[in-house]
């Protein structure tokens, strides 16, 4: 019998070309175990502001691709930086829609990871905690100890393919696998 492969949908809080967080990500994809497929959810940019006026019946193309793309994954992987000592606000947006409707969001009860890079010698840690607390409330089930916080200005050379981030980075997301395997 072969075995259905697990299904990991990232999002990126940086929408920036060069963004070390989407390269972050992209170490996930490029890392990933056997038999799990990590894939980043593009779009971010392109959802309007939350407005409940505009979730009722039909919502947004944007809106309704990424909430059936989240829906259809087995757990969800949060790569964000910081922004002024909390998350960025397109990350924020994009919870905001997926946490909708209410009780029955895209990521209700999906494991959820939360990992970053940023440049302050906390790496982000501030911007992971409220990553959490939002994603918890808007239906998530976070794993608290899928934790990798990055602080950029000690990146050598290699970046983030240097092989202690990615070791990080896979321990992260077999954690997350690991969620799905015990809600499977
Ligand atoms: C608007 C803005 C606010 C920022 N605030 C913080 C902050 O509070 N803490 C921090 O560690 N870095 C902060 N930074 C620096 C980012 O962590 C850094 O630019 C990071 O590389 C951005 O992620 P990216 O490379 O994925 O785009 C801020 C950057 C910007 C543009």
New binding site residues.
Partial sequence: MTERTVQIAVL???L?K?????ELAQVAIDNAPAGVTVRIVDGLAALPFYNEDDDQGAVHQGVATVRDEIAAADAVLLVT??????LPAVLKNAIDWLSRPYGAGAMTGKPVGVIG????Q???T??RQDTRKSVGIAGGRVIEDVEVGIA?ATLGEHGVSDPAVVEQVVAAVERLVSEVAVAA
């Fill in positions: 990126v809080g940086s920036r060069a963004s070390i967080n989407r930086p910081e922004y002024n000592g909390t890079a940023a440049l302050g906390y790496a982000g501030w911007s950029t």
